[in-house]
Nanobody, 125 residues
Framework: QAQLVESGGGLVQPGGSLRLACAASGFTPDYSVIGWFRQAPGKEREGVACVSSSDGDTYYADSVKGRFTISRDNAKNTVYLQMNSLKPEDTGVYYC??????????????????WGQGAQVTVSS
């Protein structure tokens, strides 16, 4: 059974850094795209960063470009989201999600088939 488990959320001051991890298991065949989404209170879930399994292409939302980096450790079957220069508006629940039919990282929208339980990220002084 396919499963995604996030870790690494928490409270950080503005300007600080956090790294989220998403451990994937049970994907047979492998997922074609995986990414991070977030949902702030009262707002819709949005795509933050996605990466394609086939060619490693990435997508970043404009609001996080230059501050966030998505990466994969294939040996550990884990995807990371390194978040630097965090702002209060980055606060929200961050979800890892994967799909087996979407093939482009550009399609980083919350229609993926598999979702983790979410990790809270709070940026506040």
């Amino acid at each position: 059974q396919a499963q995604l488990v996030e870790s690494g959320g928490g409270l950080v001051q503005p300007g600080g850094s956090l790294r989220l991890a998403c451990a994937a298991s049970g994907f047979t065949p492998d997922y074609s795209v995986i990414g991070w989404f977030r949902q702030a209170p009262g707002k819709e879930r949005e795509g933050v960063a996605c990466v394609s399994s086939s060619d490693g292409d990435t997508y970043y939302a404009d609001s996080v470009k230059g501050r966030f980096t998505i990466s994969r450790d294939n040996a550990k079957n884990t995807v990371y989201l390194q978040m630097n220069s965090l702002k209060p508006e980055d606060t929200g629940v961050y979800y890892c999600a994967a799909d087996k039919t979407i093939t482009s990282a550009i399609v980083c929208v919350p229609v993926f088939s598999y979702w983790g339980q979410g990790a809270q990220v709070t940026v506040s002084s």
